[in-house]
């Protein structure tokens, strides 16, 4: 069973730093670009970041270009998000999920191309 577990929320002052995980299961986690969403209370859910599966490429929104930074550790079958200079605006529950098709990177965040989303993780931004 495809399984995907988003960790590592919390609150944070406004210019803090917090490091989100995902823990993909139940595929070959080194065949899949992973993918970042977040979704803010009454917004529709947004790309942030998504990583290829071999970890050479990424693609960013440009909301949090410069301030997040995604990477992965493929013999840890583990996916990180390092968020830094954090705004009141990033408040949001935070997804992983695995794009559709093996072996594919897409620079857009259409969500139609993925197929499996974890349970979130809330971070909020407060002073």
């Known amino acids: 069973e495809v399984q995907l577990q988003a960790f590592g929320g919390g609150l944070v002052q406004p210019g803090g730093s917090l490091r989100l995980s995902c823990a993909p299961s139940g595929f070959t986690f080194d065949d899949y670009t992973i993918g970042w969403f977040r979704q803010a209370p009454g917004k529709e859910r947004e790309g942030v970041s998504q990583?290829?599966?071999?970890?050479?490429?990424?693609y960013y929104a440009y909301s949090v270009k410069g301030r997040f930074t995604v990477s992965r550790d493929n013999a840890k079958n583990t996916v990180y998000l390092q968020m830094s200079s954090l705004k009141p605006e990033d408040t949001a529950v935070y997804y992983c999920?695995?794009?559709?098709?093996?072996?594919?990177?897409?620079?857009?965040?259409?969500?139609?191309?993925?197929?499996?989303w974890g349970q979130g993780t809330l971070v909020t931004v407060s002073s």
């Open positions: 999920a695995r794009i559709g098709l093996k072996f594919r990177f897409y620079t857009n965040f259409s969500r139609r191309l993925y197929d499996y």
């Open positions: 990583i290829s599966w071999q970890g050479d490429r990424t």
